[in-house]
């Protein structure tokens, strides 16, 4: 469906992925500052939404810099002028050769490696026109780690603590790659670690987190951002009343929100934005079944058609659900982002 410029959000059919380009360019410069006042580099990762125009405002137009989760945003991006390009998956040894074409194609195409028989695959491949893996074939650009662990996090305490870890390991490995005579890059991050950096960060060469563009329901709960933050909804509308069970149903189900939340939140697999007594208990692949937290529904509230916005509680998880994002600003249409798919 198209985005009908100027138009209200109503004007859409749902169940409709909106995203809110204020904020999401709030939430990108936010994370730019910080890492301007930490003196480190900022590769941000393009995983949450795979699109052109997300990432130039995370990368301030540079299109440079960036980390991208499959091979298939790798080549979108290089198509469209993105250089210096990581791929921070291990090596593919299927995709070796697509690798090397990337590498020979760009200025700087990085592949992570954490097995000396991905090794041998990238030696087995030499690259083209004098180009190296590099030294003896390979060269050792830097160090990554992601504080996966941070997604435990409940408030900044926690978020600080898992941030300093992991900082302290990497440069303590740093530390031990300097002197067996190796000098290079350390990269670490995550969207909860970077949204509450702490001051040690400022000694790593860069950090890599993705999801701050947009944030979610899940990142509010940890401690990353206030779910005023949070860029992305999905718009669904009450098709069904079934007061014998006490329910509503709604036309949007896990293909238009993902599975991800369920049993995540105290209401259900998302939050339905501005009913806090609404929970969304249940969903099938087209539905999804609404109950009130406790006490019967009016029903007069939600008649038939009329619209529900849910704060999914991993974007990521659900912007792989929708084939286009609508985007807004102050409530009116304004265009819309077409993702990248594939791996």
């Known amino acids: 469906q198209a985005s009908i410029i100027n138009e209200a959000l109503s004007s859409l059919c749902s169940p409709a992925l909106v995203l809110d380009v204020d904020k999401v360019k709030i939430n990108a410069q936010r994370m730019i500052d910080r890492c301007d006042k930490l003196g480190v580099q900022l590769r941000p990762h393009m995983k949450t939404h795979k699109t052109l125009e997300c990432a130039d405002i995370m990368t301030a137009e540079s299109r440079r810099c960036i980390v991208v989760s499959t091979l298939a945003e790798a080549c979108f991006y290089a198509d469209h002028g993105f250089d210096d390009i990581l791929y921070a998956y291990c090596l593919p040894f299927d995709k070796v050769e697509r690798c090397a074409a990337l590498s020979e194609r760009l200025d700087l195409f990085q592949v992570l490696l954490d097995h000396p028989d991905a090794l041998e695959q990238l030696k087995k491949r030499p690259l083209r026109d004098g180009r190296l893996w590099h030294s003896e074939g390979v060269e050792l650009t830097g160090v990554y780690a992601h504080c996966g662990n941070s997604y435990h996090c409940r408030g900044l305490e926690q978020i600080q603590a898992v941030a300093q870890e992991t900082t302290k390991l990497t440069l303590q490995f740093m530390e031990k790659l300097k002197a067996a005579g190796v000098t290079c890059k350390s990269s670490i991050g995550s969207t909860p670690s970077c949204s509450h950096p702490v001051r040690d960060m400022a000694q790593l060469s860069?950090?890599?987190?993705?999801?701050?563009?947009?944030?979610?329901?899940?990142?509010?709960?940890?401690?990353?951002?206030?779910?005023?933050?949070?860029?992305v909804r999905v718009l669904t509308r009450v098709i069904g009343h079934s007061p014998h069970r006490n329910q509503l149903l709604i036309d949007c189900g896990w293909s238009g929100i993902s599975q991800e939340g369920v049993g995540k939140l105290p209401t259900g697999c998302a939050v339905i934005e501005g009913h806090p007594h609404l929970k969304l208990v249940y969903l099938t692949q087209?539905?999804?079944?609404?109950?009130?937290?406790?006490?019967?529904?009016?029903?007069?509230?939600?008649?038939?058609?009329?619209?529900?916005?849910?704060?999914?509680?991993?974007?990521?998880?659900?912007?792989?659900?929708?084939?286009?994002?609508h985007i807004y600003s102050k409530g009116r249409l304004v265009g819309k982002w077409t993702p990248t798919r594939g791996w």
């Open 286 to 325: 087209e539905h999804g079944i609404v109950e009130p937290t406790s006490g019967l529904l009016d029903y007069s509230k939600y008649p038939l058609g009329s619209l529900l916005r849910l704060i999914p509680y991993h974007a990521c998880a659900t912007t792989m659900m929708h084939s286009v994002y």
């Open 206 to 231: 860069e950090v890599h987190p993705g999801n701050y563009a947009f944030y979610d329901a899940q990142q509010s709960v940890i401690g990353s951002c206030s779910i005023e933050d949070v860029a």
